[in-house]
């Protein structure tokens, strides 16, 4: 839970040890089978999958080898479109890289901002093929959810 302290250490690293292990197994599974296709292992199987790979920003080249399988997924009809719009992007901005889908933001002060996003007058067509929302829809979400709170 968070209180406002800071993060415990141990737990902190026991929780990096389960992501590293997690993201070992997946690397295994995934050169052993290919990708787990929503078919195979259910929505919640792909879903979790997905998050394993998002996660593990502690290793960003494993994420790299992970985003060809599941844009191959992706194009087979197995995988979400915002699942690999998510991966392009936080791989781009952990390179310093402009952002394709503009998924990634930062929030400072309670303000809402994307990291930078290559060519952004066409970033609602690479989204919407994608399967998202435009990027002003997005914010409105994102802004609900993470913006300043406002009195009822």
């Known amino acids: 839970m968070r209180t406002g302290t800071a993060p415990d250490t ?15 197994w997946l690397q295994d599974a995934v050169a052993r089978h290919g990708w787990p296709d929503r078919d195979a292992v259910g929505d919640s199987g792909a879903r ?3 998050l394993l790979v998002q996660h593990a920003d502690h290793d960003t080249a494993f994420q790299a080898a992970m985003l060809p ?40 002060d309670g303000r809402i901002t994307f990291a930078p996003i290559a060519d952004s007058a066409g970033v609602d067509a690479r989204r919407a093929q994608m399967g998202l929302p435009p990027l002003k829809e ?15």
């Open 48 to 50: 979790a999958a997905f």
């Open 10 to 24: 141990a737990l902190f690293l026991e929780l990096k040890a389960i992501d590293s292990s997690n993201a070992l």
């Open 69 to 108: 399988a599941l844009d191959a997924a992706f194009r087979r009809g197995q995988a979400e479109g915002g699942s690999v719009a998510l991966l392009t992007d936080r791989l781009a901005v952990a390179r310093n890289e402009p952002q394709v889908y503009g998924s990634q933001t930062t929030i400072t």
């Open 138 to 152: 997005y914010l409105r979400v994102l802004d609900s959810l993470f913006g300043p709170k406002r009195p009822p």
